[in-house]
């Protein structure tokens, strides 16, 4: 697990908003939502500060890829060993906030938190149907969608492609190279961090932001009646691509030899790209 989620959870696990953790370690509330977006982490003298107010080692805090038990928080877990490239589909009950990163062992492995009292074994069900060159993924919920967080980790050099169905306010993608991700379905933000390759947006009808850190490859979003945004560094090279009915892009500085691309497909609708 990432130090921006681990983060988040310690936060919410004593119910403390942002701007009240960044007024006990008297930084900016920017601060606080940069380290939880994984644009940074504290210097030692915050990190040392964050260990108390937790009741957690500094390593606890910044070691990557380890479960961790939070009190109030609900955790359950199962994982399956894979041995060559695979097409991945991905589909889950509706959620707060979904998660895709690499795996250094050979096994897919799902995660879900909740503030869920009862047992999460018993209000979601994690299904792998493994067959031949695909992994199907089910994950299916009874609770409330709210406070749900699912983390996936895949082995990177086994990825094919990725197909994920799901509703979910939030989807990030961390350190991952790509052939193609292809979500369909209901979603608010995305964050790419780290990551190249082809992510295609199906998200009919939905105001979408998305961000990256780097844009490294191309970013294709299919939609309709919808406003767009996407956020990149400042003096991002892309090029745009402008297919479908009574679509516009704003704000974009098209550099037509980049092999990056940005396309906007769909009807009625407008894609605003912001780079700062």
């Known amino acids: 697990m990432l130090f921006s989620e681990k983060l988040k959870l310690f936060r919410n696990s004593i119910n403390l908003t942002q701007e009240e953790l960044a007024e006990k370690l008297n930084v900016s509330r920017q601060a606080i939502t940069k380290w939880e977006s994984g644009d940074g982490i504290p210097d030692i003298e915050n990190l040392k500060q964050l260990s108390i107010l937790f009741n957690v080692t500094i390593d606890e805090?910044?070691?990557?890829?380890?479960?961790?038990?939070?009190?109030?928080?609900?955790?359950?877990?199962?994982?399956?060993?894979?041995?060559?490239?695979?097409?991945?589909?991905?589909?889950?009950?509706?959620?707060?906030?979904?998660?895709?990163?690499?795996?250094?062992?050979?096994?897919?492995?799902?995660?879900?938190?909740?503030?869920?009292?009862?047992?999460?074994?018993?209000?979601?069900?994690?299904?792998?149907?493994?067959?031949?060159?695909?992994?199907?993924?089910?994950?299916?919920?009874?609770?409330?969608?709210?406070?749900?967080?699912?983390?996936?980790?895949?082995?990177?050099?086994?990825?094919?492609?990725?197909?994920?169905n799901t509703r979910t306010k939030t989807l990030n993608i961390f350190n991952l190279d790509l052939n193609k991700l292809e979500y369909d379905g209901e979603l608010k933000y995305i964050n790419v961090n780290d990551s190249k390759g082809k992510i295609v947006l199906n998200v009919t009808k939905c105001d979408i932001e998305a961000k990256y850190n780097k844009l490294n490859g191309i970013l294709e979003v299919n939609t309709i009646n919808?406003?767009?945004?996407?956020?990149?560094?400042?003096?991002?090279?892309?090029?745009t691509i402008l297919k479908g009915i009574k679509n516009r892009f704003i704000d974009a500085n098209n550099t037509d030899d980049s092999t990056n691309i940005i396309e906007l497909n769909g009807a009625n609708s407008k894609l605003i790209i912001i780079e700062k």
């Open 61 to 164: 805090l910044i070691k990557e890829d380890k479960p961790i038990n939070i009190k109030g928080k609900y955790y359950y877990k199962e994982e399956i060993e894979i041995d060559h490239t695979k097409h991945f589909d991905i589909k889950i009950s509706k959620s707060f906030e979904v998660n895709i990163k690499p795996n250094n062992e050979e096994k897919v492995k799902v995660e879900v938190y909740s503030d869920e009292e009862n047992k999460l074994s018993e209000l979601y069900k994690i299904k792998f149907d493994n067959i031949f060159d695909r992994l199907d993924i089910n994950i299916k919920g009874k609770s409330e969608y709210q406070d749900i967080v699912i983390n996936i980790y895949i082995p990177e050099k086994y990825i094919d492609e990725i197909e994920l």
């Open 226 to 239: 919808s406003t767009a945004r996407v956020e990149l560094p400042k003096d991002s090279k892309y090029k």
